[in-house]
């Protein structure tokens, strides 16, 4: 079983920083996309960034902006936010995609949530 546990939300003002760290534990034998999704209220689930060993892509609202990395050894990730925006205010969710000695297959796992909110 694959648990993630996501951490670095919280309340913070317009043009402020944050940084969320997702780790993930279980019988993981290899770690293809790990990325950030958000959903904010009445809206869908957005990808914000995503990140394989090669390369990482954002989406156009928060190029400049926000930095995804991933540390391989720790089977963790990170969104590093600056200069956040009201409208960057959601729950973030942490994804990757993960092969497991018990599924022999790689699939999607999914944190709980963390909510980021950004005052004007």
């Known amino acids: 079983q694959v648990q993630l546990v996501e951490s670095g939300g919280g309340l913070v003002q317009a043009g402020g920083s944050l940084r969320l760290s997702c780790a993930a534990s279980?019988?993981?034998?290899?770690?293809?996309?790990m990325g950030w999704y958000r959903q904010a209220p009445g809206k869908q689930r957005e990808l914000v960034a995503a990140v394989t060993s090669s390369r990482s892509n954002y989406a156009d609202s928060v190029k400049g902006r926000f930095t995804i990395s991933r540390d391989n050894a720790k089977n963790t990730v990170y969104l590093q936010m600056n200069s956040l925006k009201p409208e960057d205010t959601a729950v973030y969710y942490c994804?990757?995609?993960?092969?497991?000695?018990?599924?022999?297959?790689?699939?999607?796992?999914w944190g709980q949530g963390t909510q980021v909110t950004v005052s004007s």
């Open positions: 994804t990757i995609r993960a092969l497991t000695s018990a599924r022999g297959t790689y699939l999607d796992y």
């Open positions: 279980g019988n993981i034998l290899s770690l293809a996309t």
